[in-house]
Each structure stands twice: as structure tokens, then as C-alpha cells.
């Protein structure tokens, strides 16, 4: 599509645009696929309450030039990556505030974006050969533009309705239905590529991806759309049925990505858009059709568990921050617990919606119901080993309460080679972090960040888990990790994960890397990391890492230990080997400066067979001191007194045997 094909379009919709919206009303009642006239009331109360009114004064207080510049602004570039999402999401910023405070000139503003939009001769960028399909962009526009639909009403005459349902058939539907089908047919694709317009976005093979991303987050979009479409269109395109049959088959696999246990092997941030499109769905083919209980479909329940399993207390501004395994970035949004509270009953979905979510997405406002019971996540949620072998323990609730979590388990789209990678947050600081903003593409530096190199986990050679080069973009590796044994006695926490196989492909030297971890809450930590080659004698080395995105982490360093300090914590490590005593040494990830500044800790020993060290990490409020603790090399391993428990620690097993006696 080129800006010559755009601008044709949109003078063809202008002149739509100023005809009057009273040429006659629809002469067909629509389906209610968002929200019933009734539930209008509620959506407006929404909006004044004290979780969702700082997004609506923000949507309301937007100028209508905005939407017009936006439309402007893509008619110009093509860009329907960027600046075509734009128009999607200013439109249904001004649709959601229409339904809240009605305006002729609104009204009049929507009414010719949707002229301009439907003008448009594609909605996505994705090809399969020379056809068009759907996949982010036609699925965002099909759901948003029947969204605001639905708001206008009766305000769209009836030529106008059937010009936008003809374009959601060929634009969204049709282009979705084929990428569905696709990803259920892979035999089928004539070949997955970006169009001209954005063939350099990423620089990647595309064959693979109907499987791909047939099994991850991005089947659910297009199978919502689809759907959501799908039921608009009945009676109105004989192709109707088939696409919704489509997508009712297609979420049956989507939920199957979900484990039993309620957790989502791509992390929060993917379980969000996930459920976020997944449950519009849903709700809308509860609404309007009906027949299908679909929360008894999945473990929703569960899914409640990994949400509050995967926060770790506040970011700064008072968002939810999260264990950010993956590329995942945020918590879900408020929408997500609110509807699965609606068919549970569930009194932690409300405290996760109020508590625990980001109030701003549209469909918050339609979800959302304030007064209903509430209830934090009960005890058995402060220690997790959930069925993805991630390991999830915290002190408590609270902002400044511990959050420690390990990563073991096996592969998935959007991971890092981030196996026995360790996080610790600690009275509000991320004394250890997973580092945000990997790049997505392997041309850029921020690569870098996906690498083993880039955690706070172990070195052979210099080399870490098994990692791809990127030439299919963030899919899964062949990397797995297992935990091998996980035992909670009280406030204390330990396991040990063996991730030999996932680094094995990349050094056949290597026939042992085991961590064992104990957590002892809320402020000691120890580390048990042990290597066996053969072949010849390789280094080993540790990295930890804190947060630097505020640039005021600060690194020191001594003989046997270092100090890694935060605005309000510190953490004080001592390191201990079996062997040679290990170099410790202050460095940072090799990116370009425009990527970021990550500092860390180094530790590495000399050439070996066999490592064995030992890292005691204590943390402390600034202002206060660190716990003490004593440790002391045994025939048969470590022993590590503190005031208040002493550990024998047996490292000649298969897996380390703990001993823990309180004092």
C-alpha cells in the first residue's frame, strides 16, 4: 500500500465524511457484543471511580485534532505498525469517553475516522504470498471498530453500517480467518512475509511462524477478532458461521497454552494480551450467542494464582511491578481479573483488580464493578514451584516485602537463555533484576540482553544456555532446566535446579551445572553453584545484576565479597569456593551506551574440572546493618550459622541434602 493508494482512499472517505449521519437509522437491531444499553449506567460510574478516573480524565482531557492528526499521519507514512495503531487506539480512547459524556462533535469525530478507516484497502501488513492476513493490526482494528460501533449506535445510518460490517468481512475477518487457518494448516501457507512497506521491520524467516505462532500468544488476536467479527457479521455474510466455528475450534487451543496449574509459559505480560483478547471473545460470544461455559474451559482459578504469584510489590509511580521473566514488562490489565472474578466468584480477582492490575484499557470501564469482595492471596502463595519449574517466594504483600524468584523449566517464545537466573527485590529495590528492554531483533544490540551473559546466573567458558541466533525472531530455544528438589519448613525456602542439559549444547565439556538456592526471609540468601566437566578444565564464572535504569546502582568490591547498593536497600555478598578463592570484579554487559548501562558483579574462577561456590547474599535497608553469618567449609560440604538458623549443607549428593536447625 502506498501513501498515492492512502491518500486516494481517505479523499474518497472525506467526501463520505460530510454527508449528514441522518440518512436513515439501521433497520436491523445490533448485537450487543461489549456492553448491554443498561450496563451504560455502571461504565459511566466506571469512570468516576477511584481505580479507573485517572484514565479517564487523561482519555477525556485529549483534543478531537488528535485522532485527525493520526489519521493524517498514516495516510502520509503507511506505517500501519506504528502510526495505523495509533488511529485504533485514539479511536477507541474517543468512543469510550463518548459512551461516558456524549458530544455532537465527538460523535461527528468518530463518524468520519470510521468513514477513513473502512476506506483504507488493508488494515494489516502480513502476507501469506500475495494475500493479505491478519494477525496485531486487522485483529486491533476489527475489534475497536465494531467497538465503536456499538458506541454510536444509532448514529451510523444504515448504508454507513453496511460499508463498515463489508469492510470488517474483507479487512479483519477474512484476513484473520487465514492467518487461523494457517496456523491450524501449516501445510497450507504459501509463505508468512511482511508486505513491501514493511519488509525491513525485522529481518527474519517467517517459515516457521504458522507453527509458531500457533502455539503462543499471538493465536489469540486473530481467533478474538475473528470471532468478535464473525458474530457482527451473521446474517449479514454467508461466511459468518465458518469463521466463528473457526474461532470457537482455535480457542480451544489457546486455553490449552495455559498449564494446569493457571500459569502462562511466556510470562505476565503475555498472559495479559492473551486473556485480554481471549476473554473479549468470550465475553462477546456469552452476549450474543451462548452455549459454551467458558470458564470451565481452563483453570481460571489458577490463573488468578500465577498473577499474584508474578508481582513483585510497586514500581515508583505505584504501578504493579513484576517478576519479568521473558520479554514480559507489566501486569495485566484490570479487565483480566474482573471478568474471571464475574464467573468464579473468586474474592482474590477483585483485590488483583484493584491491587494487583494496570486500570488502562478500555475494557476495564465495561468490567470493572467496585464494592464486590475482596481478598488477598492466601498464605500458600508465598512460597510457588508452579508447573512451569518456576519458582516464585516472598516475605509478604507489601511494596517493601521480599520477592525472590528462580527460573528453571524448559523453553518458550519470548524467553532469554536466562536458566538458574535468580531475581531479588527487597524493600522496594531490585537488588537483582531481570534487565527490562531486550531487543526483538537480532541486528540490534539489545540482543546482547537476551543472552545468558545478560543474568544473574552462571559462565563456562564464557558460554551459557543454548540460544538461538534470532533468524526466526523470539521463539523457543532447546534450553531445559529441572527442578530436582523444592522444600519450604516454615519461613525458610530452598531447591536446586539442574540445568546441564541447556548447557551441554554449547560446551560438551560440561557434564553438571546445578544451583541450589535458600531462602531464608526475608534478608539472607545463599547460592550454591556447582560445575563438573570433563575433557579439559574450563572457568566459571557468576554474574549478578541490579537495577541501573535510574543510573543509581552503585558496584564495589573486595577480596572475597562485594556490595551492591540501591537508593533504600544494599546487598552485601560474600563468596566462598571449595577451590582457589574466584576473582570478583565490578563490569557490565557489552551493549552499545544508546541500549542501556547494566553494571554487575563478576565472579570467576580459575580453570577447573570441578567448581563449587558459595555466595551468601544479605540485604539491609540503608541506615540499618546486614544480618551476620558464618560459614565454614565441612568434609561433606558447608556449614552456615546465623543467629537465627544453622544450615549442614551436604554437596557430595546427586542434589545438595539441607539440613536447617532454628535457633
Given at each position: 500500500m502506498t501513501r498515492r493508494d492512502l491518500l486516494r482512499y481517505a479523499s474518497g472517505s472525506l467526501l463520505l465524511a460530510g454527508l449528514p449521519a441522518s440518512l436513515g437509522a439501521k433497520n436491523t437491531p445490533s448485537q450487543?457484543?461489549?456492553?448491554?444499553?443498561?450496563?451504560?449506567?455502571?461504565?459511566?460510574?466506571?469512570?468516576?471511580?477511584?481505580?479507573?478516573?485517572?484514565?479517564?480524565?487523561?482519555?477525556?482531557?485529549?483534543?478531537?485534532?488528535?485522532?485527525?492528526?493520526?489519521?493524517?499521519?498514516?495516510?502520509?507514512?503507511?506505517?500501519?505498525?506504528?502510526?495505523?495503531?495509533?488511529?485504533?487506539?485514539?479511536?477507541?480512547?474517543?468512543?469510550?469517553?463518548?459512551?461516558?459524556?456524549?458530544?455532537?462533535?465527538?460523535?461527528?469525530?468518530?463518524?468520519?475516522?470510521?468513514?477513513?478507516?473502512?476506506?483504507?484497502?488493508?488494515?494489516?501488513y502480513f502476507l501469506d504470498g500475495d494475500k493479505e492476513i491478519g494477525i496485531q493490526r486487522a485483529s486491533l482494528a476489527t475489534v475497536r471498530i465494531l467497538?465503536?460501533?456499538?458506541?454510536?449506535?444509532?448514529?451510523?445510518?444504515?448504508?454507513?453500517?453496511?460499508?463498515?460490517?463489508?469492510?470488517?468481512?474483507?479487512?479483519?475477518?477474512?484476513?484473520?480467518?487465514?492467518?487461523?487457518?494457517?496456523?491450524?494448516?501449516?501445510?497450507?501457507?504459501?509463505?508468512?512475509?511482511?508486505?513491501?512497506?514493511?519488509?525491513?521491520?525485522?529481518?527474519?524467516?517467517?517459515?516457521?511462524?504458522?507453527?509458531?505462532?500457533?502455539?503462543?500468544?499471538?493465536?489469540?488476536?486473530?481467533?478474538?477478532?475473528?470471532?468478535?467479527?464473525?458474530?457482527?457479521?451473521?446474517g449479514h455474510d454467508p461466511r459468518a458461521q465458518q469463521w466463528l466455528d473457526t474461532a470457537v475450534s482455535s480457542f480451544q487451543r489457546v486455553l490449552r497454552l495455559f498449564s494446569p496449574d493457571g500459569s502462562y509459559f511466556e510470562g505476565l505480560s503475555y498472559a495479559n494480551y492473551t486473556l485480554r483478547t481471549a476473554l473479549n471473545f468470550f465475553d462477546a460470544h456469552a452476549r450474543s450467542v451462548g452455549g459454551i461455559d467458558w470458564s470451565k474451559k481452563a483453570n481460571f482459578d489458577g490463573m488468578l494464582d500465577f498473577i499474584a504469584s508474578m508481582q513483585a510489590g510497586k514500581n515508583a509511580d505505584g504501578t504493579p511491578d513484576i517478576v519479568n521473566f521473558s520479554d514480559a514488562r507489566s501486569s495485566v490489565y484490570a479487565c483480566v481479573p474482573a471478568w474471571i472474578g464475574k464467573q468464579t466468584g473468586n474474592p482474590l480477582a477483585q483485590y488483583q483488580a484493584e491491587q494487583m492490575s494496570l486500570p488502562t484499557y478500555f475494557l476495564d470501564f465495561l468490567w470493572y464493578e467496585p464494592g464486590k469482595a475482596s481478598s488477598p492471596p492466601p498464605p500458600a502463595l508465598l512460597n510457588v514451584r508452579n508447573q512451569l519449574d518456576w519458582v516464585l517466594c516472598r516475605s509478604g504483600w507489601d511494596p517493601d516485602d521480599a520477592v525472590l524468584a528462580f527460573r528453571s523449566g524448559g523453553p518458550c517464545n519470548h524467553e532469554h537463555a536466562d536458566r538458574n537466573h535468580i531475581t531479588y527485590k527487597f524493600h522496594g529495590e531490585r537488588l537483582l533484576t531481570d534487565l527490562f528492554g531486550a531487543a526483538y531483533d537480532s541486528r540490534h544490540s539489545g540482543w546482547e540482553m537476551r543472552k545468558?551473559?545478560?543474568?544473574?546466573?552462571?559462565?563456562?567458558?564464557?558460554?551459557?544456555?543454548?540460544?538461538?541466533?534470532?533468524?526466526?525472531?523470539?521463539?523457543?530455544?532447546?534450553?531445559?532446566?529441572?527442578?530436582?528438589?523444592?522444600?519450604?519448613?516454615?519461613?525458610?525456602?530452598?531447591?536446586?535446579?539442574?540445568?546441564?542439559?541447556?548447557?551441554?549444547?554449547?560446551?560438551?565439556?560440561?557434564?553438571?551445572?546445578?544451583?541450589?538456592?535458600?531462602?531464608?526471609?526475608?534478608?539472607?540468601?545463599?547460592?550454591?553453584?556447582?560445575?563438573?566437566?570433563?575433557?579439559?578444565?574450563?572457568?566459571?564464572?557468576?554474574?549478578?545484576?541490579?537495577?541501573?535504569?535510574?543510573?543509581?546502582?552503585?558496584?564495589?568490591?573486595?577480596?572475597?565479597?562485594?556490595?551492591?547498593?540501591?537508593?533504600?536497600?544494599?546487598?552485601?555478598?560474600?563468596?566462598?569456593?571449595?577451590?582457589?578463592?574466584?576473582?570478583?570484579?565490578?563490569?557490565?554487559?557489552?551493549?552499545?551506551?544508546?541500549?542501556?548501562?547494566?553494571?554487575?558483579?563478576?565472579?570467576?574462577?580459575?580453570?577447573?574440572?570441578?567448581?563449587?561456590?558459595?555466595?551468601?547474599?544479605?540485604?539491609?535497608?540503608?541506615?540499618?546493618?546486614?544480618?551476620?553469618?558464618?560459614?565454614?567449609?565441612?568434609?561433606?560440604?558447608?556449614?552456615?550459622?546465623?543467629?537465627?538458623?544453622?544450615?549442614?549443607?551436604?554437596?557430595?549428593?546427586?542434589?545438595?541434602?539441607?539440613?536447617?536447625?532454628?535457633?
Open positions: 450487543s457484543l461489549f456492553f448491554e444499553r443498561y450496563e451504560i449506567g455502571k461504565i459511566r460510574a466506571n469512570a468516576r471511580s477511584g481505580l479507573l478516573a485517572p484514565t479517564y480524565r487523561e482519555w477525556a482531557s485529549r483534543d478531537l485534532s488528535e485522532l485527525q492528526d493520526a489519521l493524517h499521519a498514516f495516510e502520509q507514512s503507511g506505517d500501519i505498525v506504528r502510526d495505523f495503531a495509533t488511529i485504533i487506539n485514539r479511536l477507541t480512547e474517543f468512543s469510550l469517553v463518548q459512551l461516558v459524556e456524549p458530544s455532537s462533535q465527538r460523535r461527528d469525530a468518530l463518524l468520519s475516522a470510521l468513514k477513513r478507516l473502512i476506506s483504507y484497502p488493508k488494515w494489516d467497538f465503536a460501533r456499538e458506541v454510536l449506535d444509532d448514529a451510523i445510518d444504515s448504508s454507513l453500517d453496511k460499508k463498515i460490517l463489508d469492510a470488517i468481512a474483507a479487512k479483519g475477518c477474512l484476513p484473520c480467518y487465514r492467518a487461523v487457518y494457517g496456523m491450524d494448516h501449516p501445510d497450507t501457507v504459501t509463505g508468512w512475509r511482511f508486505d513491501d512497506r514493511h519488509e525491513g521491520f525485522y529481518q527474519l524467516s517467517m517459515e516457521r511462524w504458522p507453527m509458531i505462532l500457533g502455539d503462543n500468544n499471538l493465536r489469540s488476536a486473530p481467533s478474538s477478532a475473528l470471532g468478535i467479527g464473525a458474530i457482527a457479521l451473521l545468558t551473559k545478560a543474568h544473574n546466573s552462571v559462565l563456562v567458558n564464557g558460554m551459557g544456555n543454548h540460544y538461538h541466533d534470532g533468524q526466526e525472531g523470539t521463539n523457543d530455544s532447546k534450553s531445559y532446566a529441572a527442578i530436582t528438589q523444592y522444600q519450604v519448613q516454615g519461613d525458610t525456602v530452598w531447591w536446586t535446579s539442574d540445568a546441564t542439559a541447556a548447557y551441554l549444547i554449547e560446551n560438551d565439556h560440561i557434564t553438571k551445572v546445578l544451583r541450589t538456592v535458600i531462602f531464608h526471609k526475608p534478608d539472607l540468601v545463599v547460592v550454591i553453584d556447582q560445575v563438573r566437566l570433563h575433557f579439559g578444565e574450563q572457568p566459571m564464572s557468576l554474574r549478578f545484576f541490579p537495577d541501573n535504569r535510574d543510573a543509581k546502582a552503585k558496584l564495589k568490591t573486595g577480596k572475597n565479597d562485594f556490595l551492591i547498593e540501591r537508593p533504600q536497600a544494599q546487598l552485601h555478598g560474600t563468596v566462598y569456593s571449595k577451590s582457589d578463592a574466584p576473582s570478583i570484579t565490578s563490569t557490565q554487559l557489552d551493549v552499545t551506551p544508546e541500549t542501556g548501562d547494566f553494571p554487575c558483579i563478576e565472579i570467576e574462577t580459575s580453570p577447573a574440572f570441578t567448581h563449587e561456590i558459595v555466595t551468601v547474599l544479605r540485604a539491609n535497608p540503608r541506615g540499618s546493618s546486614p544480618a551476620k553469618v558464618n560459614v565454614t567449609s565441612t568434609d561433606k560440604g558447608w556449614k552456615l550459622n546465623s543467629k537465627q538458623a544453622t544450615f549442614h549443607i551436604d554437596t557430595q549428593s546427586a542434589t545438595p541434602v539441607i539440613q536447617l536447625s532454628l535457633a
